[in-house]
Nanobody, 126 residues
Framework: QVQLVESGGDSVQAGGSLRLSCAAS?????????LAWFRQAPGKEREGVAR???????IYADSVKGRFTISIDNAKNTLYLQMNSLKPEDTAMYYC???????????????????WGQGTQVTVSS
């Protein structure tokens, strides 16, 4: 059973930066995989933020393009989300998700991901 543990969430002012981490245990990212970051603000549905596949191809939600960067360190089995130029509307609980097969066509469909972390809170004040 793969376990995902997020960290790095914090409270920052608008314009600031944070780097989220998602460490995977009991699994090594080696062959096919599809990893993503989602977020959920209070009263809103969970939405996709960024996705990376085993070829290193990335997809971003329009709301974060140019500000967020998803990456993976295979040696550390860790997924990252570098978030720059943060805005109050980025405030949410951030979750990492994993599918241990190739990515499917719909990047933000929740059901495409089998494993989820518990989340890490990001709060951006104006």
């Amino acid at each position: 059973q793969v376990q995902l543990v997020e960290s790095g969430g914090d409270s920052v002012q608008a314009g600031g930066s944070l780097r989220l981490s998602c460490a995977a245990s009991k699994y090594t990212y080696s062959s096919n995989y599809c990893l993503a970051w989602f977020r959920q603000a209070p009263g809103k549905e969970r939405e996709g933020v960024a996705r990376i596949d085993n070829d290193g191809d990335t997809i971003y939600a329009d709301s974060v393009k140019g500000r967020f960067t998803i990456s993976i360190d295979n040696a550390k089995n860790t997924l990252y989300l570098q978030m720059n130029s943060l805005k109050p509307e980025d405030t949410a609980m951030y979750y990492c998700a994993a599918r241990l097969e190739s990515c499917l066509r719909s990047p933000w469909r929740l059901g495409n991901y089998v494993y989820w972390g518990q989340g890490t809170q990001v709060t951006v004040s104006s």
